[in-house]
């Protein structure tokens, strides 16, 4: 069942990335209904753990999955935002980004699956942060192939 899922996100994503709405909304629904889903809805609530310093900052920063994840969810969100200039997709995909962080901790701590810690937001932003250098090459690029086919 859960192949079926994450089959199911990944198509959902393919689809956003082209711009499509309607699955960029799916996909969010997905992500939100994902951890209730996974334990049949039954919650089984966890405390959530607060503390922050530099060196749990500093090791949180391996846990690749969350980088890699919310990086795409960051570019996801820019590609539903085409018109709107670069700064703007940025701040609103990096709002996305940390407000979807916020909800995976605190659904971890509400079902008590994985571990709801202040923490763990930081590869999330960092994820963002990565998507949003990818985001600002991907445009210089196509702004520097713009430029060189008007100077032939």
Known sequence: MLLIVYAAFFLL???AFQGRHWAYGMFMLLGLLFFPARVGFHMDPHPCQCELSVPLALFSLTNYKHIVLFGILFLLTSAQLPG????TRILIALGVVLTMGIYVELAEGLTGQGHCR????VPDVAGGLAGAIVLLAVTALRQQGRYEKRGR
Do not use: Q
């Open 118 to 121: 202040l923490r763990d937001l």
């Open 84 to 87: 709107f200039p670069t700064r």
């Open 13 to 15: 994503g393919a689809l």
